[in-house]
């Protein structure tokens, strides 16, 4: 089965990095026919944060667990059985101070399980997580945060992104960005249309 998995996070019905993922996977699609689109919004699903029930349950054997530590993970599990099945992961994910948005952070606190996606090991942390998976982010931002400026070390998304989804091996990591996409603070307009355009064409570009 060839599969691909979406990971939305912006609330807005008019949202750029939504719309740029969507487009990506409509590319996809053609190209898979077949293939199997899980698809989340982490945001409008309101993912859950993780609590007391749910972390005991990540760190007891599988075999040992209650039925309610079962029942915590229950979605967690689901996430993870997405992503392992996926070919193909994508993202969307607004810049929001600087980050992700909450919502994503929460998907991520799921799906870097312990004996699922990574393992400790004697030399440390080990991805369990099959080689091979691509990952393409779509990204919208009020600004631009450009190597070689002084704005570059604002952008705590795609450092942050490439480290913690590197610690469960996925390390194929596209970032597409839609630059200066903040309507209410740009005084000029004609920059989130260049900022878009510049993003449509680099999706464009993008072998699927
Ligand atoms: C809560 C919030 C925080 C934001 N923080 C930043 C930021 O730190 N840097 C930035 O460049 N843009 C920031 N923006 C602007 C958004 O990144 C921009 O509007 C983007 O288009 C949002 O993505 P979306 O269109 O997919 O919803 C922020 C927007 C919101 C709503």
Do not use: C
Not at 36 to 62: G, K, Q
């Amino acid at each position: 089965m060839t599969a691909l998995l979406q990971i939305d996070s912006s609330p807005r019905a008019a949202s750029v990095s939504s719309r740029l993922a969507a487009a990506f996977v409509e590319k996809w699609k053609q190209q898979n026919p077949g293939g199997t689109v899980f698809h989340h919004n982490t945001s409008l699903e309101r993912l859950p944060y993780l609590d007391e029930n749910a972390i005991d349950a990540f760190f007891t054997p599988a075999a040992e667990r209650t039925a309610a530590q079962k029942s915590a993970l229950a979605f967690s599990d689901q996430m993870v059985d997405e992503l392992l099945a996926a070919d193909v992961v994508v993202l969307g994910a607004p810049m929001w101070n600087l980050s992700i948005p909450a919502s994503l952070k929460a998907w991520i606190d799921l799906i870097v399980r312990e004996g699922r996606t990574f393992a400790f090991t004697a030399q440390g942390v080990a991805p369990l997580v099959p080689p091979g998976k691509r990952v393409y982010v779509f990204s919208a931002r009020g600004g631009a945060y450009p190597a070689g400026t002084p704005f570059h070390d604002f952008d705590h998304q795609e450092p942050y992104l490439r480290r913690i989804l590197g610690v469960i091996g996925l390390t194929r990591i596209e970032f597409v960005y839609a630059e200066h996409q903040a309507e209410h603070q740009s005084g000029d307009p004609g920059a989130a249309v260049q900022g878009l355009a510049r993003a449509e064409s680099a999706l464009a570009a993008l072998a699927v």
